[in-house]
């Protein structure tokens, strides 16, 4: 029933009621694309920087860096202040005060300080405002603050900061009257305040919840974490009638906002907070890889602001430095920098500023890469371009060097023609035919934007071009932490308790050129390269552009441990049936099926199944692909 719950739940933004076919074609888009996010928003954040030390001073002076330093001009315009900003709620009306000793140009006229000189010189400066808050009652900072400097004072009700109780209220403070373009909502208020925590007993904060459980997605109240955001977006879009708002989820991947999270935001986080560590940066790294299938133009998955100028990415460590630019920007992550500006080296500032690999984070076509080659140590990543060309990354996770053969096959490109490659830092050209040998250091990542021919002539695989397909209802019911993500030892707890758990549900979603599960796609023994590996009771839209016939070869994937229950996959074009396959279980061998989708604007792919344990029935989507004929 939970489970039921949780999938009528995610989808309840299209299908208002709760009985609604899931699977049943809508002919519509279903996520986020209202906002200003048709690519990655870039800017720069306080917090990675200050922590709640923030001054209008040093936030104003990075701001006057991107601008004189042309990083604006590239893109950066989003100037967010992160938490630490608030005094406390005012008792008399509930009204937000702003701690005016460190924003002194708040305190104009009247007693209650505003935001608005503040976000009306970044506007001046051509940039954007961001503004910091929470889902529950206080924030992040209040949890988890070491000393009571700069945290809001007063009594309990005078600390309590966040939206909960107040969102109408305060996003019309935020947006109406302090002119702000963008929130990050964070979810520590849900999920640190429950009454068994050390800061309800004492008597400092009231209890909520706990609605949200990093730790476990069973535990976490999911509907009622959605419905916040529901509340928010709805309110951000009354008082923003010029549509110019930006939400930033802030749920560090739990209450499995991965399969939703896309369909409320412009931006999500995956992962707790990055730290500058190399490790940090594989959990956060490894949190996004594997779903280049839940970001979109419009909305992103959000790895965590860059650390770029800090520890093991300062300027001594110009190759972890790289890789984290590198690595951000295909994985079409936000490019918040997160570093003081006014200290910042040429060095470091010419990794921000690096055009060539901007332009593939902000590349319209908006496909965040997908993985070609999967290993502990090394990663290839791929992503399409709006141009038909690729980037191509290698990443060394590791310690060791590697000499690592890059194939035609892995850019999906023909095996017997010219390669270009262009090295993205170095500006140097490659060529090759077929397969080429390159050296990595540890913990470096090459970058190339790669010129060939494509394989698949007059179209696309749907893995090339993941920003055109969502996996709507990705057929996860029961969201189980996913095992393969990076777990540091240099996580919060360092190494006291019994160590760093897998925590982000979302385990067997949907994946380009996988399994659910990170195995080769494969029916009756035959396996492919290119396809959509996703759970048997799924759906997902696909946008078409132009393209005129869809195929692919169809079944249950041979990793399926159900061998019983049998799937039929039907194609929709605008909400009615093209095409169907008989009803297929594991081991039949893979069906072809095609359907002309000439003019059709939203193909839905529907793989559905009655009575199976949807997890234990991943299929396959073979070679799915749009052709021009
Ligand atoms: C959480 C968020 C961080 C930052 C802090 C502020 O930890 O994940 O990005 O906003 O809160 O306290």
């Known amino acids: 029933m939970k489970a039921l719950l949780i999938a009528c739940a995610a989808a309840a933004l299209a299908t208002p009621a709760l009985s609604a076919d899931l699977l049943a074609p809508t002919g519509r888009w279903s996520a986020y694309s209202a906002g200003p996010a048709a690519t990655p928003p870039m800017g720069w954040s306080s917090w990675n920087a200050f922590g709640t030390n923030i001054d209008e001073t040093n936030i104003l002076g990075s701001a006057q860096r991107i601008v004189d330093s042309g990083l604006a001009a590239k893109g950066y315009r989003y100037i967010n202040i992160d938490d630490g900003w608030a005094a406390k709620r005012r008792a008399s009306d509930g009204h937000l005060i702003i701690r005016a000793?460190?924003?002194?140009?708040?305190?104009?006229?009247?007693?209650?300080?505003?935001?608005?000189?503040?976000?009306?010189?970044?506007?001046?400066?051509?940039?954007?405002?961001?503004?910091?808050?929470?889902?529950?009652?206080?924030?992040?900072?209040?949890?988890?603050?070491?000393?009571?400097?700069?945290?809001?004072?007063?009594?309990?009700a005078e600390r309590e900061v966040g939206l909960y109780g107040h969102i109408d209220q305060d996003i019309a403070l935020y947006f109406r009257d302090w002119g702000f373009d963008f929130i990050k909502v964070d979810g520590c208020g849900l999920r640190d305040y429950g009454p068994a925590s050390e800061r309800v007993r004492s008597g400092r904060f009231r209890a909520l919840g706990p609605i949200l459980d990093s730790g476990s997605v069973s535990r976490t109240d999911i509907p009622a974490i959605q419905d916040l955001f529901r509340h928010i977006n709805l309110t951000l879009k009354a008082d923003n009638p010029d549509g110019d708002y930006l939400l930033s989820l802030c749920i560090w991947g739990a209450a499995?906002?991965?399969?939703?999270?896309?369909?409320?935001?412009?931006?999500?986080?995956?992962?707790?907070?990055?730290?500058?560590?190399?490790?940090?940066?594989l959990v956060n790294y490894d949190s996004v890889v594997t779903r280049s299938l839940y970001a979109h133009p419009g909305s992103w998955n959000d790895p965590d602001m860059l650390y770029i100028g800090a520890g093991d990415f300062n300027a001594e460590h110009l190759t972890e430095a790289r890789s984290h630019f590198a690595l951000w920007a295909m994985l079409d992550a936000p490019l918040m920098i997160g570093a003081d500006l006014?200290?910042?080296?040429?060095?470091?500032?010419?990794?921000?500023?690096?055009?060539?690999?901007?332009?593939?984070?902000?590349?319209?076509?908006?496909?965040?890469?997908?993985?070609?080659?999967?290993?502990?140590?090394?990663?290839?990543?791929v992503k399409t371009l709006a141009s038909g060309d690729k980037a191509v990354a290698i990443f060394n996770r590791g310690s060791g060097a590697y000499d690592v053969d890059l194939h035609a096959f892995h850019l999906k490109f023909a095996d017997n023609a010219p390669i270009e490659l262009t090295d993205l830092w170095s500006k140097r050209e490659t060529n090759f035919i077929d397969h080429v040998r390159l050296h990595v250091r540890p913990r470096e990542t090459l970058l190339f934007r790669a010129h060939g021919t494509r394989a698949l002539k007059g179209g696309y695989y749907l893995s090339e071009i993941p920003g055109r397909v969502n996996?709507?209802?990705?057929?996860?019911?029961?969201?189980?932490?996913d095992p393969t993500i990076f777990r540091t030892a240099a996580g919060w707890a360092g190494t006291n308790g019994a160590g760093d758990r897998p925590t982000y549900a979302g385990w067997g979603g949907a994946r380009a050129d996988s399994t659910p599960y990170?195995?080769?796609?494969?029916?009756?023994?035959?396996?492919?390269?290119?396809?959509?590996?996703?759970?048997?009771?799924s759906r997902m839209e696909v946008r078409n552009d132009g393209a005129r016939q869809f195929k692919a070869d169809v079944g249950v994937d041979d990793s399926a441990t159900d061998k019983s229950h049998s799937v039929v996959f039907s194609i929709y074009g605008d909400g009615k049936l093209i095409g169907r396959s008989r009803p297929l279980k594991q081991g039949m061998p893979a069906e072809a099926l095609a359907a002309p989708i000439d003019g059709v604007r939203l193909i839905e792919l529907v793989a559905r199944s009655t009575g199976a344990q949807n997890e234990r029935l991943p299929?396959?989507?073979?070679?799915?692909?749009?052709?021009?004929?």
């Open 619 to 629: 299929v396959t989507w073979g070679d799915a692909a749009l052709l021009d004929q």
């Open 342 to 381: 006014r200290k910042i080296p040429p060095s470091l500032m010419d990794i921000f500023g690096n055009a060539d690999i901007i332009a593939l984070d902000q590349d319209p076509a908006g496909n965040q890469a997908t993985l070609a080659y999967d290993s502990s140590d090394v990663h290839i990543l």
């Open 101 to 156: 000793d460190r924003f002194p140009s708040s305190r104009v006229g009247g007693n209650t300080p505003t935001f608005k000189p503040f976000t009306d010189r970044l506007h001046a400066m051509g940039l954007k405002a961001g503004i910091y808050s929470d889902l529950g009652r206080n924030t992040c900072s209040e949890a988890y603050s070491t000393t009571q400097d700069d945290l809001p004072k007063g009594s309990i």
């Open 471 to 481: 996996p709507a209802v990705d057929g996860v019911t029961y969201p189980t932490p």
């Open 256 to 281: 499995n906002v991965r399969a939703w999270g896309k369909d409320y935001g412009a931006i999500s986080r995956t992962s707790d907070d990055i730290a500058p560590a190399w490790g940090r940066l």
């Open 518 to 537: 990170g195995q080769v796609l494969q029916i009756s023994g035959k396996p492919f390269r290119a396809g959509i590996g996703i759970l048997a009771n």
